[in-house]
């Protein structure tokens, strides 16, 4: 019977599951303290979540697609609004207008919008999501709010540009997901 081993590298923080060939195991410090799992249990685990996320899941085969011509629908920002007042931390609560266009030739139903950032740049926005139901008859378009916090998580270097790089992923309730990328100016 094939034991297995939790391994723990601390220097990265990660946890892995390895063979007890494995010649750096190093849960804890102490050799004799590291968790051996036997490989029964482990494949009835494995089988308890697949038939928990069988059981909870809706039956819709979901797709990401990379937003652009010819696709069902456009998603644009066409605004984003925020107040003056910033927290301690210098976070704002910022409106994102998100207008998403029907270009199909059937109703098409929004469920869900996310927004974050993209890349590593100065100024980051918190991953934001909101839940929504809203139809979407062919040739019109909605404007839906969604609210993220953003703030300067640290200073501009001499040679980077002042802006964002915000990914829009918006999902339908056909389970279809389309993924859009805005770039746009930072003000201070």
Same mark, same amino acid.
């Given at each position: 019977?094939?034991?297995?081993?939790?391994?723990?590298?601390?220097?990265?923080?990660?946890?892995?599951?390895?063979?007890?060939?494995?010649?750096?195991?190093?849960?804890?410090?102490?050799?004799?303290?590291?968790?051996? !799992?036997?490989?029964? #249990?482990?494949?009835?685990?494995?089988?308890? /979540? +697949?038939?928990?996320?069988? &059981? %909870?899941?809706?039956?819709?085969?979901?797709?990401?697609?990379?937003?652009?011509?010819?696709?069902?629908?456009?998603?644009?920002?066409?605004?984003?609004?925020?107040?003056?007042?910033?927290?301690?931390?210098?976070?704002?609560?910022?409106?994102?207008?998100?207008?998403?266009?029907?270009?199909?030739?059937?109703?098409?139903? !929004?469920?869900?919008? #996310?927004?974050?950032?993209?890349?590593?740049? /100065? +100024?980051?926005?918190?991953? &934001? %999501?909101?839940?929504?139901?809203?139809?979407?008859?062919?040739?019109?378009?909605?404007?839906?709010?969604?609210?993220?916090?953003?703030?300067?998580?640290?200073?501009?270097?001499?040679?980077?540009?002042?802006?964002?790089?915000?990914?829009?992923?918006?999902?339908?309730?056909?389970?279809?997901?389309?993924?859009?990328?805005?770039?746009?100016?930072?003000?201070?």
């Amino acid at each position: 019977m094939t034991t297995l081993r939790a391994v723990h590298d601390s220097s990265t923080c990660t946890l892995g599951i390895a063979n007890s060939l494995h010649p750096r195991v190093n849960f804890c410090a102490k050799a004799r303290d590291n968790v051996l !799992v036997r490989h029964k #249990t482990i494949l009835a685990a494995l089988a308890v /979540a +697949f038939v928990t996320a069988c &059981s %909870s899941s809706s039956g819709l085969v979901s797709q990401s697609i990379e937003g652009g011509p010819g696709q069902p629908i456009v998603v644009d920002i066409s605004g984003v609004d925020n107040p003056m007042l910033t927290d301690r931390e210098g976070s704002r609560d910022y409106e994102i207008q998100v207008e998403v266009s029907n270009d199909s030739d059937v109703p098409l139903t !929004v469920t869900r919008i #996310t927004v974050k950032t993209e890349g590593s740049g /100065a +100024f980051q926005v918190q991953p &934001s %999501s909101q839940k929504f139901n809203e139809m979407i008859d062919p040739g019109k378009d909605h404007v839906f709010p969604v609210r993220a916090m953003g703030r300067l998580v640290r200073h501009w270097r001499a040679d980077e540009a002042r802006t964002i790089t915000l990914r829009c992923i918006v999902e339908l309730s056909n389970g279809d997901s389309y993924f859009y990328t805005f770039e746009g100016p930072v003000r201070e």
